[in-house]
Nanobody, 126 residues
C-alpha cells in the first residue's frame, strides 16, 4: 500500500509560480511511476507530467512543457511539480498518482495508476 498526500496548491496570479509536493508513505518508492494529473471543473482527469523513479526520466503534456518541472527527493520519498508562468487554463485540482506495477512506464491514462492522493487546488487568476 502506498499513501499519497499532496500540498502546495493555492491562488496565484497569471504568470506566477507554485510548487506542489506529493509525499509517499507506506513504503519506499523504488520501481514506481509517479505522475501528476489535474481535473478542471466539468472535465476529466488530464495527465500533466510523469517521472520514472528508477531512472528519473520525465515526460510532460505539450501544454506544460517548458513551464512545469517534475522532480523527486529520494530521501524524502517525495515528488514535486514546479509550475512557472501559470495561466488561467492551469486552474484545476492537481492529483499525485502512483503506478506500482512491475514493468510500469510513464503513461497518460489515469486508470493504470494504482494509488491517488486527495488532490490540491490550484487557481490562477487573470
Amino acid at each position: 500500500q502506498v499513501q499519497l498526500v499532496e500540498s502546495g496548491g493555492g491562488l496565484v496570479q497569471a504568470g506566477g509560480s507554485l510548487r506542489l509536493s506529493c509525499v509517499a508513505s507506506g513504503r519506499t518508492l523504488s520501481r514506481d511511476i509517479m505522475a501528476w494529473f489535474r481535473q478542471a471543473p466539468g472535465k476529466e482527469h488530464e495527465f500533466v507530467a510523469g517521472l520514472d523513479w528508477r531512472t528519473d526520466w520525465t515526460f510532460y503534456r505539450d501544454s506544460v512543457k517548458d513551464r512545469f518541472t517534475v522532480s523527486r527527493d529520494i530521501a524524502k520519498n517525495t515528488v514535486y511539480l514546479q509550475m512557472d508562468s501559470l495561466k488561467p487554463d492551469d486552474t484545476a485540482v492537481y492529483y499525485c498518482a502512483a503506478d506500482v506495477s512491475l514493468l510500469a512506464f510513464i503513461r497518460m491514462t489515469p486508470n493504470v495508476y494504482d494509488y491517488w492522493g486527495q488532490g490540491t487546488r490550484v487557481t490562477v487568476s487573470s
